[in-house]
């Protein structure tokens, strides 16, 4: 079982409010950096299948069941998500900023 090591901020300031960030295995960190899967605005994750079947193709893709189990899948919702408009649309704004997918709605 993996657990929780590493918290990805957003921002360039890379501030600790709780809209900045999500919790990531070291894996998932790793990959959600180089862009393999992006997080929508509607929290659902993505996963960049170009970029997984040239990691195939280059036989380098050992473990890949380990992004594409969440494809499609949302992730949990954190608590503040109905409870605080202003905190869900900064957190909106910095998966989209992250994705490089501002107009995805």
């Not at 380098?60 to 949990?76: N, Q």
């Not at 900064?90 to 992250?98: C, D, P, S, T, V």
Request: charged share 25%; with cysteine.
């Amino acid at each position: 079982k993996t657990g929780v090591v590493s918290k990805h901020s957003y921002s360039a300031h890379g501030r600790d409010d709780v809209w900045n960030g999500v919790a990531l295995c070291a894996n998932h960190h790793r990959l959600f950096d180089a862009r393999r899967f992006v997080i929508l605005r509607d929290l659902v994750v993505r996963v960049d299948f170009e970029a997984l079947a040239f990691l195939r193709e280059s036989q380098r893709a050992d473990g890949e069941e380990l992004l594409t189990a969440f494809h499609d899948r949302p992730i949990l919702k954190p608590r503040f998500w109905n409870s605080s408009v202003q905190t869900r649309t900064r957190m909106i704004q910095a998966f989209e900023h992250a994705s490089g997918l501002a107009a995805v709605a």
